[in-house]
């Protein structure tokens, strides 16, 4: 018999099980949960976590890094920090060939523990990373450019949430059905037909997950943990330049593998020299199977059309927009839109870029408010946020690589500024590369301009002939394009529900009437879905049922009783 | 706000949720359960409706279709009975734009109608077919070949328990979050932050039903279904041999929709004049976004690699086989394999093509049988359930085309005949083409012979050099051609796991020692999956989780409360 056939119990999944039973509870009634706190304050994890995890990090620096895996006897060091900080690390290369093989060599027993050895091993995996967030987020800020209080909340507590929300989607849809049944027909006069029928979940193959320069844990954790909690080895490809993050996750990944009997080779790291193209020969690979990317439209449509031999998971390039009709709280709308343009200097896939608004201007609590001052609004929302080095740069972070600065340079020749960009001076990095979001204006026929991406701290402030004609541009330019975001400001209800149903169109997730704490440009694990996999932006959503369920088939023996 | 943010219980679905919930029961246990009697009997069904049926589609007969379907004014005439029966049925043609814009304006309020009001009335659909199951059944029967019990059990009750099925697995998928969700977040010392989430069950967009010439209706079902109550309109597109029991469905769901106030044009009939390639025309509209295919490997493989913009499902040809081992019951193994390789003159894409059996024989409870002897007791079942020409034909039915023709001559001259074809006069039916089945011996290295699928009533004894070979061949012929079902016949438990094993490796469902009322080419709703995914003759399952996650999307909005 088959392993999955009689399962024990795994110490493992005893271990965790409340945290997974709460977690299943939480993707059904999507409210409000999180598994790993998000403040960093010693009060909720000590006195010492941070320093210690400091300490781990700089231990890292300037040597190879501590990996067992068996390379080509290479080191790979493409690193370069967005706040000037060497970082120095070597990372052990291995062939495509080699690390496939490793994957496939490791792949039957791993699929023969079970479901519940699976989510065991890999909700301990979880938990050692999160033993370990400090040391996450310091990787994470330096190598993505992120301030320290992001790089802890969106590169460790919530990257940790978004992988145990992916997990708990991928337990569900694994243990649907049982893992055997009874079967039992009624066959005329004589003895009724029975049959003993097992459902064995097996993995697609071997899975690829290739990370991305700005959110390396955030946006790889889920499709890394969906492909391996349901029997899937993974190759892990970081970007070249924030290998760190997922060097670490690696780590502590296959420390756990071996401590509980498994071959560590389950997860992989695999560090791409300059010019390899490795990430498309292992997306290529007859033995991968699933792929999941973030990045540019231009290399997931690729995958998409030439890694057929896989499933492929993409997040890709959009145009968010805001369309401004009409607000109640005119100073909070334009803190909170402020707010969005400012954080890690829109360097989100999530914040906004095409802001429209009624070129005649919109009603507020504070009276009739022209486009200008509209436009304005933001703007002395976002300078106030930035006026003061030291506290502007723990929003902004540093900018990530430099075609966010050659885009900088470009759309000052496109509009006329509202706000040009300043470059500021980090206090503690003096190298660190750090501009303060520009915001430009643009009128609706400028389509050239504002139907391409412009990443990074870049929006638009875009004349319309009316809210209609802004809901028109919404669907046109996320329709064509793409988007991961949108967002709605009106007092209206007609048309906000105009917005809506816009939205649901164009398959984009909408917010209404952010004035407060919460943002167009931050989803909250097990609560909100983040992208749709409804139009170009991406072709999933990163946690819900449809991202999971194809990592795996069943495959099912019947035997007469 | 939009209707599924507040839907109201709808009178389809209160007058069919004890089935609905009956249904995802039995998806959850996957154990024995019908919604739908299988037996033809008039203690079943009333003295009547075996009559009144065939009335019924006697009526169609000759004359064009009533079918309210706006078209372009030509008539489609392409069905020719394997049963010699003149059905000279004309069916209204429209071209693939026309259907596709139809399809297009009748989306949004189905869309917005919710997962519940769509449920009850595909509910009331299945019922109406049901209702309708004897004119169905002879529909199928006249034009796929099947005999008559079987075209209203396959063709008629199995097809709408398969339809349930599915249509449970996508309720279940679209209902596994709320509507709406209160989020609440705690802010510091300030109130907390209260949002209400609203997700919206978006469809793809328009879904294709390509049908097939030997189950129109049970293939064709599954994906119907989970693409209609998903929210998805269905363009159904028969093939051009078996468009009437698709034009039945297509009329009575018509019907349905109407009367339930929705646009009928959610289903429409897609009838293809000859040569006019129309199934790939809509294949690769821009409208349609789900395609789901039963047919040639050569076709299913176009439609993965050019219908890009959708997602694709298909079901296409594979390598089903046999492994002999041992048996304490030779005469139920050989009558049970009899059984498969007669029913529906073997053309099942489940029916067993590849017996692998040790050339030195094997043991039985009736001592030591020969390779010979065992080819001979499986060709002598063959001959007894055949020899009678009456009851023969209530077996093997017709043969479905042409092609099968040519390859019962071609299979001739590979081999040695076990078991010769014959013509066999249908005493009810002097037009009929009907055939018996042929057994061809062959060595394993024949592999040129036994590694294409050879459609229809030929299999294979394929002589090996041990039960080990054997398991190798299966594992080589699956691993590269793929296979919906595999058997295995052995007193020994280390070759039966050995066999799961290898059907777990290569992704096939495996029968073990079936000797009685159960068959390896028969699989029941609810319980048995249809397809793997796991291999070349299926990218995917007929109902599971994954053959539903992808044919609709969330779509989220969020509000501050």
Redesign the interface.
């Known amino acids: 018999?088959?392993a999955d056939m009689t399962e024990t119990p795994h110490p493992l999944y005893d271990r965790h099980a409340d945290t997974l039973d709460r977690a299943l509870t939480a993707?059904?009634?999507?409210?409000?949960w999180s598994a790993y706190p998000e403040s960093p304050s010693p009060r909720v994890y000590g006195e010492t976590a941070a320093g210690d995890g400091k300490v781990a990090f700089e231990a890292y620096l300037g040597r190879d890094f501590p990996l067992d895996q068996v390379g080509d006897g290479s080191t790979v060091r493409t690193e370069a920090s967005p706040f000037g900080v060497d970082l120095g690390v070597g990372y052990p290369h291995a062939t495509a060939d080699h690390l496939t093989t490793a994957a496939s060599t490791a792949l039957?027993s791993w699929?023969d523990a079970g479901p519940q050895a699976r989510a065991g091993v890999c909700l301990e995996i979880l938990d050692r990373l999160h033993r370990n967030v400090f040391e996450l987020a310091n990787a994470v800020q330096f190598t993505s450019g992120q301030a320290f209080v992001m790089a802890f909340q969106a590169g460790g507590a919530h990257a940790l949430d978004r992988a145990l929300e992916a997990l708990a989607y991928a337990y569900a849809?694994m243990t649907?059905?049982?893992g055997t049944?009874?079967?039992?027909?009624a066959?005329g006069k004589g003895d009724p037909?029975r049959?003993t029928?097992?459902?064995?979940v097996?993995p697609?193959g071997v899975a690829l997950v290739i990370g991305c320069n700005t959110f390396p844990t955030w946006n790889s954790y889920p499709g890394l943990f969906a492909s391996l909690v349901t029997g899937n080895p993974v190759i892990v490809k970081p970007h070249p330049r924030a290998v760190l993050p997922l060097a670490v996750t690696v780590r502590y990944a296959r420390q756990v593998l071996a401590e509980a009997g498994f071959d560590p080779n389950l997860v992989q790291l695999a560090p791409e020299a300059p010019g390899e193209k490795l990430a498309s020969t292992l997306a290529q690979h007859p033995a991968v199977r699933i792929v999941d990317f973030t990045g540019s439209s231009e290399y997931g449509d690729w995958l998409?059309?030439n890694a057929?031999q896989a499933q492929v998971y993409t997040e890709k390039a959009g145009l968010n927009a805001v369309v401004i009709d009409s607000t109640d709280d005119f100073g909070g709308m334009c803190r909170n839109l402020g707010f969005t343009l400012t954080l890690y200097s829109g360097q989100m896939c999530t914040t906004s870029q095409n802001i429209l608004i009624p070129r005649d201007g919109i009603e507020t609590d504070q009276g009739h408010k022209s486009f200008a001052e509209v436009a304005t609004g933001i703007a002395t929302a976002v300078s106030k946020l930035t006026a003061d080095p030291a506290r502007g740069v723990e929003l902004t972070g540093a900018i990530v690589n430099d075609g966010v600065l050659e885009r900088l340079d470009e759309v000052t020749k496109v509009g006329e500024s509202v706000l040009e960009s300043r470059t500021v001076t980090h206090p503690a990095f003096p190298g660190a590369v750090v501009r303060t979001p520009t915001i430009v204006r643009l009128n609706a026929d400028d389509t050239a301009t504002y139907t391409r991406e412009w990443f990074g701290p870049i929006s638009f402030v875009i004349g319309t002939d009316s809210t209609g004609h802004s809901l028109e541009l919404l669907r046109a330019t996320v329709g064509e394009k793409g988007a991961l975001t949108a967002a709605v400001y009106s007092t209206d209800d007609a048309v906000?529900?105009a917005a809506?149903?816009a939205?649901?169109?164009v398959?984009?997730?909408?917010?209404?009437?952010?004035?407060?704490?919460?943002f167009v440009n931050q989803s909250?694990a097990f609560?909100?879905?983040h992208g749709?996999?409804?139009n170009a932006a991406a072709n999933a959503?990163l946690t819900?049922?449809?991202y999971v369920?194809?990592r795996f088939?069943?495959?099912?023996?019947?035997?007469?009783v």
Chains 1, 2 share one sequence.
């Not at 993707?27 to 409000?32: A, L, P």
């Not at 049944?181 to 027909?185: L, N, Q, T």
């Not at 088939?553 to 007469?560: D, G, L, N």
């Open positions: 018999m088959m993707i059904s009634q999507r409210g409000y039957p699929r849809e649907r059905h049982p049944a009874g079967w039992e027909k066959a037909l049959m029928k097992t459902f064995h097996v697609r998409e059309a057929r906000l529900d809506e149903t939205a649901v169109e398959g984009v997730h909408l917010s209404a009437n952010l004035t407060g704490g919460v909250a609560s909100d879905f749709s996999g409804a959503a819900d049922g449809a369920a194809n088939r069943i495959v099912q023996s019947r035997r007469h």
